[in-house]
């Protein structure tokens, strides 16, 4: 708990004074003003979140976290629960979607295990930060304890720490663990006050009346839970995922460290909404990558007041939307650090 409490209070949000140089310099480059739209914007979040006024993305990385969830036994997947360990194997075998992704980005990659209901041995690109083999089922009870749920965000921030120890400055964050769709519906309507049946989607591949069944789910686990969801960390620990607190871990050990770290989709911004919850300045630091083509997802996104990058009809989940985001940023920030002033290019300005 020491470590979070730190993380939290040591959190400022982005440097105004950075990113205030930082709209000025886009001001005198050659394009006429507002040109490059959006790029332009992230350009310069990217300066306050960094607090540097012309940061170089040194090195990237994508984190995957994964964990089981006990409510997968309520039948609210396609899949059966033991998809989540063999997709860690897929993505250490380097055949997953995002490896494809991080590859073509040239970022690192990593997957974390907090909470998978198997054992790993320890092999090349897995961190085993398990907490307990897959969280309770949450129609019973809370999914996890509070200290479980401070562990994972704890081995979240951890991550954040050991990337900034090696230089990297731009993360992506990612999840897998079969039935977190369902966990991450639960917490946007404990946190937003959506009703399950207008959130709940077919996450990997749900019919309509499946999707009816896990709504039905989801509400009996508010229902259950009811008396922790004032508190934000109880309401992460009721209805959580291991994988998610880790990812909530992750974008404030991001953010304390001043890292650049970009949202994925459905379940990453259910972390991150999270992380917000437990730390408010958390919300100007974040950048959100896409629209998932889960549907809740814009109703969340646009009740948050997050604006995301790219639109792609993507609900994968692995972080696959937050890394191909990577070359945005890095084409906003070139184009914000290389492009020619004004004068230096002997363009003249516009006519006043």
Not at 206 to 221: N, P, R, T, Y
């Amino acid at each position: 708990m020491e470590l979070l409490e730190q993380t939290i209070n040591n959190i400022q949000g982005p440097d105004r004074g950075i990113m205030e140089k930082a709209r000025q310099r886009q001001n005198i480059l050659t394009k006429p003003l507002g040109s490059l739209g959006r790029l332009e914007e992230l350009s310069i979040k990217f300066c306050g979140v960094t607090g540097r006024v012309h940061p170089v993305i040194r090195c990237k990385r994508v984190v995957v976290f994964a964990g089981d969830h006990g409510v997968v036994s309520e039948g609210v997947s396609a899949y059966p629960k033991e998809v989540t360990a063999q997709m860690v194997y897929n993505f250490l075998a380097g055949g997953a979607g995002i490896n494809l992704i991080a590859k073509a980005v040239t970022s690192e990659f990593e997957v974390v295990d907090v909470g998978v209901d198997h054992e790993f041995s320890p092999q090349r690109g897995l961190v085993r930060n398990k907490v307990a083999r897959g969280t309770k089922n949450f129609c019973n009870g809370p999914a996890m304890t509070r200290k479980q749920a401070v562990q994972a965000l704890e081995a979240g921030i951890g991550r954040a720490l050991f990337a900034d120890r090696n230089g990297i400055n731009l993360l992506a964050g990612g999840d897998m663990g079969i039935g977190n769709t369902t966990a991450a519906s639960a917490l946007f309507c404990a946190y937003l006050g959506f009703k399950p049946e207008k959130i709940v989607g077919p996450g990997a591949g749900l019919d309509s009346k499946g999707i009816q069944h896990k709504a039905k789910v989801v509400e009996k686990a508010l229902a259950v839970n009811q008396g922790a969801l004032k508190d934000p960390l109880e309401t992460l620990a009721a209805l959580g995922g291991f994988e998610i607190a880790g990812l909530a871990g992750l974008y404030l050990g991001a953010c304390e460290r001043r890292i650049a770290i970009l949202v994925d989709g459905f379940i990453a911004t259910a972390a991150a909404l999270a992380a917000i919850r437990l730390c408010p300045a958390v919300s100007e630091m974040l950048i959100f990558s896409h629209l998932s083509g889960e549907p809740g997802h814009k109703m969340v996104l646009e009740k948050m007041g997050a604006r995301p990058l790219l639109s792609l009809d993507l609900r994968l989940g692995e972080g696959t939307g937050a890394c191909l985001a990577m070359a945005l940023v890095e084409a906003a920030l070139n184009c914000y650090n290389r492009m020619a002033t004004f004068e230096r290019a002997g363009v003249s300005g516009k006519k006043k």
